[in-house]
């Protein structure tokens, strides 16, 4: 029994949706069917949940309101059309709409969800009602049914434990389900989205729910590959990778999909398969809670760019108790997450994302550590990559750190930092911003090539 | 101006005192002398001052003591007769010792902190008159005189600014100064001791009071080695270092002296010199504040024992504000220090000396992360030996990370844990314990041989 999850990409259009629909009848195994929203079919476009969204914010019955909402319906009448199925679903769809924005609610964000939900919703029954047209025995399952129970939390809705029970019952029913990704309801019947990567948490959930033997994530990639493609063009791609492996590659900008999406299906200990709706016949990349030894090895090198080191030094610092936590409790003060902080014996680094820095909890910052911690010096310097190796059970293997710093070394380029030791699975490597795609094509030569 | 501190193993016999004599004599710039109590002159040899502090612990007049005091003022008798000076000395020594430890006080403290003291000041006066039976102009000076002011912390004494302006008055005095080193006095004139490494203290202050041009530090070794020559015989000497790469040398084990007790010479900018009583001709080796460019690079290796890793690992533990912070105030809550934190996205390592953890305390911890932090995982594992490669400036240069960890690799060890971005000083490595001997052979042969 497999879960398939078809990704925005996946049900652009009414062409993607017939190739969604012919991987799903090739397999019988494919009895589960979760769909995003229709994505984007061009650089340019825009995707429904984006137009659903702003529609969410505009008054109701206005010019603009039609404006927009004539563009959504217009774009789901196309795919219907296409598809040659009944029009009767526009005419659903469009009350939808119209029925959640014309609710007077001072809850601007319960609004959006309920608007944004109509994306996936919509897809589903289109989705389910064209794999009937195929002859497949298909139907569509609101969430509701589905037992898809979540926390009040409108925009990050957290799945409840019970949900799981419901979704299990599931497997003895007759035919396909498909199922609209991106929400759930409460237990009061609120309808509540998931975070970013919600339809992948949804396919996710579903694929732990009914215990699937398999949860193929369909997206417009063969894979996922060994570094990122923006920078090495062709790069080798990964068969099979750990969970663990994946966090650490998603954590820095590893694209593909929000790791966190997958963690139900990892916490079950279902397999999961990234799959190309384009080009079916590619084997994609497994993901999977533990891999044979021999496979064992860098598996991929992930980066991002966007990071800081505040550091902080004073003579002796190694021998006042609690230096450190003070640092980091000023921080948490200010709300500041940090990601690393390595340190001397005088002297202690933080490196903190960008984003989590103004210039105003910046000053905060500095104006307390002179304050409470009376240092010698503090000085905060911008510009830093990250530059992860990735791959399980390679971390006490002899000559990883080598082989990583010996690539920086012919390509000239200084580490600012290594952090190796409480990860099995990373070694990272801290360097100048603008060195990023040199160290990233001296590793993967070093590594792959 | 100089000034030649002597530490035990220089006036450990009339032998060593007259080479410290004539090191004295040679140089007319020496003119302040800083000196230790007699050390051991040989190995099973008991120390005057550990002789003193058994001294403060026995009852006065008894059998015991006598046979104690017995042994103090023979050793200092033997030397007295030895440099030919007069016997006067030894009833003044006598005296002082029955004196403070006949003091009935419930301070034991105190009453250890004036007896032990009593080797340097016996010490410098015979050092004193000692110089004058060679011709030299030379006085003993009390450290109350000196204006080495402290504070009232028995045994722990921490000079106070006050000092260095008196101290520097003494520049005008005519003569060899001779100052017992090892303690001060209270502003009420309660005698203190300095703690561990207490009359590189008192050289180090005077030094930086009367603004030397050199403070000579006089032990029995030619100079400071590359790596530490139990581990590799005759190995490379350190011809300059600076104060920051002495501080992190000296942080791991790297003997000759304890690296505070040089702060206050450090921090007034005077240079430091390593000599040997026994071997005045070898150049000995520079600490400055500054080195020139050409001489940058790896200066030394030095290593250390006895670390344990508490890791802890839980999912999502980077998205938790303040988890780190929590963790290490778990730990300073039960008194324990921490030397480094390295992070990986959902685990955290803390390393830890053995010293700082009892089987209590552990527990205590262990169990305050569980119900605290809620981890995925918990453990302690010990054994581990820290390397750091110690060489100002080099931190940013490119391939010193690849040098070292090639010497890992081609020696087939393992690394632990790498810690590198905040000390601009050191890198530093951690390894199983069991591999340390053979990770400094390789090190110091891919630096240094």
Redo the contacts between chains.
């Keep these: 029994m497999k879960v398939a999850k078809f990704g925005g990409s996946s049900v652009a259009s009414s062409e993607q949706i017939k190739k969604a629909g012919s991987i799903v009848a090739e397999d019988t195994e494919r009895k589960f069917v979760v769909v995003s929203a229709p994505g984007k079919q061009f650089d340019t476009d825009t995707k429904i949940t984006d137009r659903l969204i702003e529609l969410s914010y505009v008054e109701f019955n206005t010019k603009e309101y039609k404006s927009i909402s004539d563009k959504i319906i217009e774009r789901f009448a196309k795919i219907v059309h296409e598809l040659d199925i009944s029009n009767e679903i526009l005419t659903e769809i469009s009350e939808a709409i119209d029925t959640a924005a014309s609710v007077e609610t001072a809850d601007q964000q319960r609004k959006t969800d309920i608007l944004k939900s109509i994306g996936e919703d919509s897809c589903a029954k289109i989705v389910s009602r064209y794999l009937n047209t195929i002859g497949l025995n298909a139907q569509y399952v609101n969430p509701e049914e589905a037992g898809i129970i979540v926390s009040n939390e409108p925009g990050n809705a957290q799945i409840l434990p019970d949900s799981y029970k419901t979704l299990y019952e599931m497997r003895e029913q007759k035919g396909i389900m498909v199922i609209p990704g991106f929400f759930g309801f409460t237990t009061d019947g609120k309808l509540m989205t998931f975070s970013r990567g919600g339809s992948d948490i949804t396919g996710s959930i579903v694929a732990a729910g009914v215990q699937a033997d398999l949860y193929e994530n369909f997206t417009d990639v063969d894979s996922v590959y060994v570094v990122d493609p923006r920078i090495i063009p062709n790069p080798e791609k990964v068969t099979t990778l750990t969970y663990k492996e994946m966090?650490?590659l998603s954590?820095s900008g590893f694209g593909v999909f929000h790791d966190?999406a997958l963690?139900p299906a990892f916490q079950a200990e279902i397999p999961v398969c990234i799959k190309n709706t384009n080009n079916p016949e590619s084997a994609g990349t497994m993901i999977v809670s533990n891999k044979n030894e021999e496979s064992r090895g860098v598996v991929g090198i992930a980066s991002d760019t966007g990071f800081s080191?505040l550091?902080v030094s004073k003579?002796?610092m190694?021998?006042e108790?609690?230096f450190?936590?003070r640092l980091?409790?000023i921080?948490?003060d200010e709300?500041i997450?940090?990601?690393?902080?390595?340190?001397?014996?005088?002297?202690?680094?933080v490196?903190i994302r960008d984003d989590e820095l103004t210039a105003e909890k910046e000053l905060s910052v500095i104006n307390r550590i002179h304050e409470e911690l009376n240092p010698d010096t503090i000085s905060i310097d911008y510009g830093f990559a990250m530059v992860m190796v990735v791959g399980e059970g390679m971390m006490?293997?002899?000559?990883i750190?080598?082989k990583?710093?010996?690539a920086?070394?012919d390509a000239?380029?200084?580490?600012?930092?290594?952090?190796?030791?409480?990860?099995e699975?990373?070694?990272m490597f801290?360097i100048r911003k603008d060195k990023l795609h040199k160290a990233i094509k001296a590793l993967y030569n070093k590594f792959f090539n």
């Design positions: 966090r650490e954590y966190e963690m080191n550091y003579y002796l190694n021998r108790l609690g450190g936590r980091l409790q921080l948490e709300g997450s940090f990601e690393h902080a390595p340190s001397g014996i005088d002297n202690m680094s490196i006490s293997a002899v000559g750190a080598e990583s710093t010996a920086f070394a000239n380029i200084s580490i600012e930092m290594i952090n190796q030791g409480s990860s699975v990373s070694v801290g």
